[in-house]
């Protein structure tokens, strides 16, 4: 019989850590002159009604995949769309120090919404440098995509050959990604809320993007 040589299924290489991306559901509106709580200056809205949809979907989604661990961000909306997941697999999610939002300096606690919705110089300036810096005592892309990155290879460091789930936020996922295809610096933003995303980071370090701004599972919501 002559031998085959079937296309193989993709499974990450030995000493891999398989990180999950998922992007927080959609989050409280911004009012003008209603600032967010704050959380160390990072506005710390809780979940939208249809956030909390978009939480359970990804909880129902996931509830029979194994995960080694769960991470969170310091923000609520992180922790509340972890939590329905993590109910399911009766874990207790970890918090990571370094991938909570951007800093955005004076507009944070719900302005920066505001002024992007209303096409501020500031915020043209900030898209087309492709960094915050622009936006008073805002973090620098710089900065941000330094933490970002030990956050995600502090995570792989302790999952060699596991997989988790890490429960971010949209820039930090726009980070990621183009820290591992070392593209545009803002070619990645935009993930939608409760988008799943995924990274692989190999024991030599290196990161592959397995996959992007999934959202199979939020069909027929609104």
Known sequence: ???????????????AADLWLVRHGESMPARPGVDFPLVDGHG???????????AERVG???KNTAFAEL?????TRTHQ??????AHLGMTPKQDPDLHEVSLGDWDGGLYRIKAAEGDPVYQQVIETQDWSAIPNAETRDAFFGRVERGLRRIAAAHANER??????GGVIGA????ATKCAPFAFLGAANGSISRIVIDAQGRMSVR????????????
């Open 164 to 169: 988790v789930a890490v429960f971010v936020h």
């Open 44 to 54: 710390d809205p809780a979940l939208h009604p249809q956030g909390k949809a978009q």
């Open 81 to 86: 769309t972890a939590a329905p997941l993590a």
């Open 1 to 15: 019989m002559t031998k085959e040589y079937r296309q193989p299924v993709y499974r990450p290489p030995e000493g």
């Open 176 to 179: 990621a990604m183009a820290i």
């Open 211 to 222: 996959g992007f701004n999934d959202i199979s599972h939020l069909d027929g919501l609104s």
């Open 71 to 75: 991470y969170v961000t310091k923000l």
């Open 60 to 62: 129902e989604r996931l």
